[in-house]
């Protein structure tokens, strides 16, 4: 439809049965939405003029949830996409060229017929951009021009991966405009991380790729990492009588690059030792029987991290096992056994260059005198500083978010839901 009728049916509510459905939401804040989106037309008739035929992408980020530094060793995740997006209003263009005007950053345009790595685009957008379509071109799908405004509402800085986002959101734009949705969710996410390894510079594993385009609650198998096993959960996370908390403690990120690279460094190091490349590949005995050396060559606490990877990779398989049981109890209580591994055995949960700051730590004892017994709590992501993750009864909303923002700052507390569907092009065919 032309930008005049999109924003006719915006305001009509022709959108906010799917709005209600793709955001977890009632129908203020599929109102909500839609003011959204009629935004992003109006920004978008600006650049690029009216009445051009266009139409709406979305792209979730995500959330981790069970494998908590599994994936780099090849083991297994739950991930989960959330209700905050990455959106855009995109016509197609028979130029050949990709415009992407992104709300708070300047416009990146990419010239297709160009589909090398440009060193000036390294850590920008435009190498995101020209990096899926130069995979796309590379395995034989069909790539071509479009314009497009976007708007995200994905938290920056809160391991909820925008970068993924962005990635899958350009990946199911080119999927839907050239190639009539034929491009699989997994090879959307597996175009988006060649991408960011290759053309943005940053060498990242699959799971944000993979839980922002497939959508839902997320089991992902790296035994293979060439050909991961990606099972989609079917679990109603909207009718479960919990929230999905992020709680933002803050503290300063810009010192950690070496506490990341450490952990990868020493697991590689243990399963070394037993002779084999990444943990998968060692059997727990022969670590157990191999401790004395690596104890000695490694250290205890490479030993530990080692000993919460082989616990974490059982449990990620056990949690998406008690969702697919509708068992949400037991989730719970392998959620809370996750969050004490990372604790006690993978230690990421504070520096020791900093030990003064420990906001992590702080947030997970609130949150255990909070939930003993009730909900769930562990950090989130990467770990060191930043966020933690809650599951918090419906009922204890309010009381949870007002504890945790007196502690922590108004604002930092996000409450949000598990999203049904990934990256997606916006339309009633959802639905069905």
């Known amino acids: 439809m032309n930008t005049a009728k999109a924003i006719q049916a915006l305001q009509a509510g022709g959108y906010n049965k799917l709005f209600s459905y793709l955001y977890v939401t009632d129908d203020a804040g599929a109102d909500k939405q839609a003011a959204r989106y009629e935004r992003a037309v109006t920004e978008f008739e600006a650049l690029y003029g009216k009445e051009k035929e266009v139409e709406f992408f979305s792209a979730p980020g995500r959330t981790e949830v069970g494998g908590n530094h599994t994936d780099h060793q090849h083991g297994r995740v739950l991930a989960g996409s959330v209700n905050l997006d990455v959106i855009a209003v995109c016509a197609k263009n028979d130029e050949g060229i990709i415009r992407i005007k992104s709300e708070g950053f300047a416009m990146d345009t990419v010239d297709l017929t160009d589909l090398t790595v440009q060193q000036k685009e390294i850590n920008k957008a435009a190498a995101l951009i020209r990096g899926i379509a130069a995979r796309l071109n590379s395995l034989g799908y069909k790539i071509g021009g479009f314009d497009a405004y976007t708007t995200s509402n994905v938290l920056k800085g809160s391991g909820l991966s925008s970068s993924a986002a962005f990635e899958v959101l350009v990946g199911t734009v080119l999927n839907h405009i050239y190639n009539s949705g034929a491009i699989s969710a997994v090879e959307i996410a597996q175009i988006g991380q060649y991408a960011e390894n290759f053309f943005f510079g940053k060498p990242c594993g699959l799971m944000d790729q993979t839980a922002s385009s497939v959508g839902g609650f997320v089991a992902i198998d790296f035994k293979d990492p060439t050909h991961p096993v990606v099972e989609k959960i079917d679990f109603d996370f909207a009718h479960s009588g919990y929230a999905l908390c992020i709680v933002d403690t803050g503290g300063n990120h810009a010192d950690l690059t070496g506490d990341y690279a450490d952990i990868p460094a020493e697991m590689k190091q243990v399963a070394a030792l037993c002779g084999k490349q990444v943990l998968r590949e060692v059997d727990e005995k022969v670590f157990y029987e191999n401790l004395p050396k ?88 990467g770990g060191f500083a930043g966020t933690i993750q809650a599951f918090v009864p419906i009922g204890m909303l309010d009381e949870y978010k007002a504890e945790m923002e007196k502690v922590f700052g108004a604002d930092t507390c996000h409450v949000l839901s598990i999203r049904p569907v990934g990256g997606i092009k916006v339309e009633d065919s959802i639905l069905r």
């Open 294 to 381: 690596i104890r000695k060559e490694a250290g205890d606490r490479a030993a530990l991290r080692a000993i919460h990877f082989f616990g974490d990779n059982e449990r990620a398989k056990e949690e998406a096992d008690a969702l697919k049981a509708g068992d949400f109890e037991t989730f719970k209580k392998i959620i809370i056994a996750s969050g004490q591994s990372s604790f006690n055995y993978l230690q990421n949960v504070f520096t020791t260059k900093n030990p003064s700051e420990q906001g992590i730590s702080l947030a997970l004892a609130i949150s255990e005198k909070l939930l003993a017994g009730k909900g769930a709590w562990r950090v989130h992501g």
